[in-house]
């Protein structure tokens, strides 16, 4: 069963004074303009085990157990992982 890309919450795992993880939030906001879907943002510096797991690979996108992007948005992967989960 797919998803309505309505109901789809897309992850950012980042962390604060992150100039890479900013532009990545940034960029999602303004796709949200266009394709709607909820965004969260988790600081992994917050939980030991996403800090351990991610490291200095933030941000990354995921979705669920999907990973979308890391370092920096690629809104045609964004674009072709909403198109085959809704």
């Given at each position: 069963?797919?998803?309505?890309?309505?109901?789809?919450r897309?992850?950012?795992?980042g962390?604060?004074?992150?100039?890479?993880?900013?532009?990545?939030?940034?960029?999602?906001?303004?796709?949200?303009?266009n394709?709607p879907?909820e965004?969260?943002?988790?600081?992994?510096?917050?939980?030991?085990?996403?800090?351990?797991?991610?490291?200095?690979?933030?941000?990354?996108?995921?979705?669920?157990?999907?990973?979308?992007?890391?370092?920096?948005?690629?809104?045609?992967?964004?674009?072709?992982?909403?198109?085959?989960?809704?």
């Amino acid at each position: 069963m797919t998803a309505s890309v309505d109901s789809v919450r897309l992850t950012v795992l980042g962390r604060n004074c992150c100039h890479l993880c900013t532009d990545m939030i940034s960029g999602l906001r303004q796709l949200q303009a266009n394709v709607p879907f909820e965004l969260e943002i988790i600081d992994i510096d917050a939980d030991p085990e996403l800090e351990r797991r991610y490291g200095e690979k933030v941000p990354v996108l995921v979705h669920g157990g999907d990973e979308i992007c890391h370092f920096h948005l690629d809104r045609a992967a964004v674009a072709d992982y909403l198109a085959k989960i809704c």
